[in-house]
């Protein structure tokens, strides 16, 4: 049985204070505690603040990105190392974002992802499509090509202790939403593609789903059999919106 997760990106969002609040909102909706496993990523700079703020919970530490290079003359870069020293055990690679606005691509997540295992980091590989692509009947050629350049460059295994997040980019911060059935059709294709090299590891993969989940909607996502919780942005910010994201992601049967 795979254990839910509904992780908080927060993107460029944030302040010593704003982190404070919020964490202590969360810590406090935990002591009536959810399945899921609850990680949120702030932006670099407070890692260290919000280690400490969720030291003693439930809540687990990620990052937003890593550097694909171990040390050195990297100005402005982050290393998986670092980010482990202080005590994230999770990295988003790939997020659209980093692909559409930063021109990263897939050689290159594929070299993040690696990074991340190289410092016992757990990667959060994003995959998804543009609209276009979607509208052009592409999807799974494109999820395909962003998955096997991970699987090719690490094998299949290195996937057994890392996530994936399915995001349409369409839907992050549109307010659109993949339908629960366009979603699982594409967290099904995805399980599939990893089962075609590895039965066991695809059946274990946590793949949550990211795009516009709301408090709302996020039951109807989770309950599809190949959704395991969700990447979460927006929603994130607001710990009781958060809270009740994360109480919807319960154990498939
Ligand atoms: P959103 O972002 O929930 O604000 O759409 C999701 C993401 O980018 O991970």
Not at 116 to 125: D, M, V, Y
Not at 174 to 183: E, H, I, L, M, N
Not at 224 to 252: E, H, N, T, W, Y
């Amino acid at each position: 049985m795979r254990q839910p997760m509904v992780a908080g990106n927060w993107k460029m969002n944030g302040s010593r204070k704003a982190n404070e609040g919020l964490l202590a909102e969360v810590r406090e909706a935990l002591s009536s505690p959810v399945e899921a496993e609850v990680v949120v990523c702030p932006p670099y700079v407070y890692l260290p603040q919000v280690a400490g703020l969720v030291d003693g919970s439930a809540v687990r530490l990620g990052a937003q990105d890593v550097s694909d290079q171990d040390s050195g003359a990297y100005t402005g870069e982050v290393s998986g190392e670092m980010l482990k020293d202080v005590g994230c055990r999770y990295v988003i690679v790939g997020h659209s974002e980093r692909r559409g606005l930063y021109a990263e691509d897939d050689a290159f997540t594929a070299r993040k992802f690696a990074a991340a295992r190289r410092h016992g980091l757990k990667p959060i590989l994003c995959v998804g499509e543009l609209l276009e692509e979607r509208e052009s009947g592409v999807t799974e050629q494109v999820v395909a090509r962003q998955l096997d350049a991970v699987m090719d460059l690490e094998g299949v295994e290195s996937l057994k202790d890392a996530v994936v997040a399915y995001e349409p980019v369409w839907a992050i911060g549109t307010g659109k939403t993949a339908t629960p059935g366009q979603a699982q059709a594409v967290h099904a294709f995805i399980r599939a593609r990893v089962a075609e090299r590895d039965a066991g590891v695809a059946e274990g993969l946590r793949i949550l789903y990211g795009g516009s989940v709301k408090a709302d909607n996020a039951q109807e996502l989770f309950s599809q059999p190949d959704i395991d919780g969700g990447l979460i942005g927006g929603a994130s910010l607001k710990a009781a919106d958060f809270m009740a994201i994360c109480r919807a992601a319960v154990p498939a049967d």
